[in-house]
């Protein structure tokens, strides 16, 4: 238990929060420099679009800052940040829900985008048989598939994609239990193992 | 792998310790979703943007209480401020105001009255008696009917005769009433009473 304060306070970012928390505006810069493109770049891949993601990590760091205060140190910077970026992105889900104003990328049912994904690549194969996709296509179907994802599937995966996080920290981020969050990788995994099952042949093949 | 194997392994508690091991080849296909960039003026617009909430916060701009106080504020202030100014002028106006007392001044001018009469009648009565008591009787007759009853009543239940009319409620040979002694009770039950005894009474003249 110790052990783990110790650690919670000797990670980096905690440090620096501990400073915001006493007011200095210093150490909020250093704090968004550091967590600002990571943000960005998770919600990018969760919302399909880049001008909403910066939106939204500003907003990740208006909540920080708001609540600046009642922060302590029982859980590592990076779990806090994370509770508050899965947040935003579930108010962003219910308001677009209460508008209707749901994307194509935001938005897609699971079997109709399937249905696109299978006809974009095997498309793509049957036009040209010899041809391998290229990182550009590759890009395209793989975000197609991630936006094919429902909203927690798709952040179970972006955390652990591109946040390193291991299960007990993405549970505690979703305030799920493990198991629940395992639960949801796995489908995840289907899904996308469905969804990317033609260029993953091809890839095999190659 | 089947989806049921997977759905018991993750029951069972024997899946794999992290997410990378569990997304297996699907994890290096996530390589290619692309990375936000990040503008260079992105950290100085949150930074800003962050200073400017907490200005307002420090204002209670963007409070929603404060918000919402301050639309019923725009209204309840006029309001308040009428019906202040319909308190204080009503208590202004009962302290500058001395108005009749309803009950008292009807009583203190009966009172006066009665005073005023029993000085008037003490003093005539002093100086000339018989000619007072004459006049009492006087006065008396007016306000009585010949049955002595008062005539305001007598007006209500019969019909007064005009002018050369036969009175025939009154008879022809009827005696004035005195208003005191036996003469008085005699009459009201409509007995004729004796002449008066006394020196000073003398008959009416018909």
Redesign the interface.
């Known amino acids: 238990m110790y052990r783990a304060a110790m650690a919670t306070v000797s990670d980096p970012s905690t440090l620096l929060m501990l400073r915001v928390r006493d007011g200095d505006a210093e150490a909020?810069?250093q704090l968004?420099?550091l967590w600002?493109?990571r943000l960005?770049?998770l919600f990018?891949?969760h919302v399909g679009d880049?001008s909403t993601?910066?939106d939204l990590?500003?907003e990740v760091?208006?909540r920080v800052?708001?609540a600046r205060h009642r922060y302590e140190p029982k859980a590592k910077f990076t779990t806090w940040v994370h509770t508050i970026a899965n947040n935003i992105a579930s108010d962003l889900r219910q308001r677009a829900y209460r508008r209707k104003e749901w994307g194509v990328v935001a938005n897609p049912s699971a079997s109709g985008n399937m249905v696109g994904l299978d006809q974009m690549a095997v498309a793509a194969s049957g036009l040209l048989p010899t041809r391998q996709l290229d990182?550009v296509e590759?890009?395209g179907v793989?975000?197609q598939a991630?936006a094919g994802l429902n909203d927690r599937q798709r952040m179970?995966?972006l955390l652990?994609?591109?946040e390193h996080?291991?299960?007990e920290e993405?549970a505690e981020a979703m305030k799920l239990s493990v198991?629940a969050v395992?639960?949801l990788?796995?489908r995840a995994?289907?899904q996308?193992?469905e969804a990317?099952k033609p260029?993953?042949a091809e890839k095999g093949e190659s | 792998m089947s989806q049921k194997e997977g759905k018991e392994r993750i029951q069972h508690g024997d899946a794999p310790a992290t997410p990378a091991e569990d997304l297996g080849e699907l994890w290096q296909t996530l390589d290619v979703l692309p990375e936000a960039e990040h503008p260079e003026d992105l950290l100085a617009t949150t930074i800003e943007m962050v200073a400017v909430d907490a200005g307002h916060r420090r204002t209670g701009k963007t409070s929603r209480f404060a918000q919402v106080g301050g639309d019923l504020w725009q209204w309840f202030a006029p309001a308040i401020a009428v019906g202040v100014s319909i308190v204080v002028g009503y208590f202004i106006g009962q302290a500058t105001l001395e108005t009749p007392q309803p009950q008292q001044e009807p009583v203190d001018w009966r009172a006066r009255r009665q005073e005023i009469l029993k000085n008037t009648l003490q003093e005539a009565i002093q100086n000339d008696p018989a000619g007072a008591k004459k006049f009492l009787e006087k006065q008396l007759r007016d306000t009585r009917d010949t049955q002595g009853r008062p005539r305001g009543l007598q007006q209500k239940n019969t019909v007064v005769p005009r002018a050369g009319e036969l009175n025939v409620s009154k008879p022809r040979n009827a005696r004035p009433y005195s208003s005191d002694g036996p003469g008085k009770k005699e009459q009201l039950r409509g007995k004729q009473s004796e002449p008066l005894t006394e020196p000073d009474d003398q008959p009416r003249e018909q």
Do not use: D, G, W
């Open positions: 909020f810069e968004v420099a600002q493109p960005v770049t990018m891949n880049h993601a910066e990590a500003q760091f208006l800052y708001r990182q590759l890009q793989v975000q991630i179970v995966v652990a994609k591109f996080c291991s299960y993405i198991s395992k639960s990788l796995f995994r289907e996308l193992r990317l260029y993953l």
